[in-house]
Nanobody
């Protein structure tokens, strides 16, 4: 019953911003490392950013300087603030997290950047 649920995706114009949220439910335990990944249909799911429980952050080069990952351990949530969006950012964005030695994935939220 442990689930990760993303929200906040949508259609934005190039240069616009979106904030994605991911909430863990079905558990009283907090996640360890959490992250955001994205995937275009037919292609590999790629890392966007990760953040540990203690705040250590890693970004993909393609989003560094534009995206910011953060988390709220008390609420078991992770966020992705996306600025200066480009058409190449269009993808399904997935939240993931480690719990009980298992990677868990959300269902994904679509982000489309288009004029």
């Amino acid at each position: 019953q442990v689930q990760l649920v993303e929200s906040g995706g949508g259609l934005v114009q190039p240069g616009g911003s979106l904030t994605l949220s991911c909430a863990a439910s079905g558990t009283s335990f907090s996640m360890n490392t959490m992250g955001w990944y994205r995937q275009v249909a037919g292609k590999q799911r790629d890392l966007v950013a990760t953040i540990t429980r203690y705040g250590t952050i890693n970004y993909a080069d393609s989003v560094k300087g534009r995206f910011t990952i953060s988390r709220d351990n008390a609420k078991n949530m992770v966020f992705l603030q996306m600025n200066s969006l480009k058409p190449d950012d269009t993808a399904v964005y997935y939240c993931n997290g480690w719990l009980a030695g298992i990677q868990r994935w959300g269902q994904g939220t679509q982000v489309t950047v288009s004029s």
